[in-house]
T-cell receptor
Framework: KQEVTQIPAALSVPEGENLVLNCSFTDSAIYNLQWFRQDPGKGLTSLLLIQSSQREQTSGRLNASLDKSSGRSTLYIAASQPGDSATYLCAVRGDTGTASKLTFGTGTRLQVTL | NAGVTQTPKFRVLKTGQSMTLLCAQDMNHEYMYWYRQDPGMGLRLIHYSVGEGTTAKGEVPDGYNVSRLKKQNFLLGLESAAPSQTSVYFC????????FGPGTRLTVL
């Protein structure tokens, strides 16, 4: 059974700092990996999706990398801003009969302070 | 383009009562999902559908039923609510990526 772990569970950084969020998964047979953002009391918004054949994806100040063989992904946020404060969730999609399902981590709660 | 919408946004039930949560999407997606989100446990899949008229069990299906009579709608039913079903429920549909609704916060007393 796939398990997804995110470390740290919470993180507080001053504005302007670059930061890295970590995600690890136990089964490397994945179809893709996604990073989501969740604001308090809201639904999830997809940030980046990395296919299993890709090593990284970039969107603005966000860069996500994937090392499938070691079961790891990182989300790099450059020049953090208070508006980046949210919970960031990592999710993997399997590549077998469960291909239509995502397995989520429990998230990293990020606070960017002024 | 509304994306994924959920009705209602909040609900309080007494133990044993029943209710239906409605999810609607206007993106013509085949795949739809119901998740529950609990503190410290992440999102867990309850049921999902790969197309109109189909449903399948997810990770935590007990106590819930679903129906997908129309492609754009996915209904989640609780026949006899229990306090353990207090949670935030999210619906999602899948195109290239997964799109989530705003959630329904359910409390069962």
């Amino acid at each position: 059974k796939q398990e997804v772990t995110q470390i740290p569970a919470a993180l507080s950084v001053p504005e302007g700092e670059n930061l890295v969020l970590n995600c690890s998964f136990t089964d490397s047979a994945i179809y893709n990996l996604q990073w989501f953002r969740q604001d308090p009391g809201k639904g999830l918004t997809s940030l980046l999706l990395i296919q299993s054949s890709q090593r990284e994806q970039t969107s603005g100040r966000l860069n996500a990398s994937l090392d499938k063989s070691s079961g790891r992904s990182t989300l790099y946020i450059a020049a953090s801003q208070p508006g980046d404060s949210a919970t960031y969730l990592c999710a993997v999609r399997g590549d077998t009969g469960t291909a239509s399902k995502l397995t989520f981590g429990t998230g990293t709660r990020l606070q960017v302070t002024l | 383009n509304a994306g994924v919408t959920q009705t209602p946004k909040f609900r309080v039930l007494k133990t044993g009562q029943s209710m239906t949560l409605l999810c609607a999407q206007d993106m013509n997606h085949e795949y739809m999902y119901w998740y529950r989100q609990d503190p410290g446990m992440g999102l867990r899949l309850i049921h999902y559908s790969v197309g109109e008229g189909t449903t399948a069990k997810g990770e935590v299906p007990d106590g819930y039923n679903v129906s997908r009579l129309k492609k754009q709608n996915f209904l989640l039913g609780l026949e006899s609510a229990a306090p353990s079903q207090t949670s935030v429920y999210f619906c999602a549909s899948r195109g290239y990526t997964q799109y989530f609704g705003p959630g329904t916060r359910l409390t069962v007393l």
